[in-house]
């Protein structure tokens, strides 16, 4: 090291190791932006897939919703309403008689 010291001076082996340094600063940097870079990739493929997710969820609800108008639309009628009376309420006519079955 002294053999070192004598050939290159106290100055050039100060300005070595603050190239080390500023070397070793850079690349710790380097390291971390690239960290970033690679978690927010992952941060977006993941957001992507949560969108299509929702984005099939809200399809689904459309057509159930679509559905349903379509199910009101029909119990708009007399007929209609006579078979949610007779469906969902278990209504029966004046001259019929409703006979239930167990299961």
Not at 17 to 30: D, F, P, R, W
Not at 59 to 77: C, F, H, I, M, T
Not at 81 to 103: F, T
Request: without cysteine; proline residues 2%; glycine residues 8%.
């Amino acid at each position: 090291m002294n053999s070192l010291k004598a050939k290159l001076g106290p100055k050039t082996l100060r300005n070595i190791g603050k190239q080390v340094a500023i070397m070793a600063i850079t690349m710790l940097a380097i390291f971390q932006a690239g960290r970033s870079i690679s978690g927010s990739i992952d941060r977006q493929v993941y957001l992507k897939h949560q969108a299509q997710v929702l984005a099939d969820g809200q399809r689904q609800a459309e057509e159930v919703n679509k559905e349903l108008r379509d199910g009101l639309s029909s119990y708009r009628s007399s007929q209609g309403m006579e078979r949610l009376a007779r469906e969902r309420l278990n209504l029966a006519g004046p001259d019929e008689i409703i006979v239930r079955i167990g299961k």
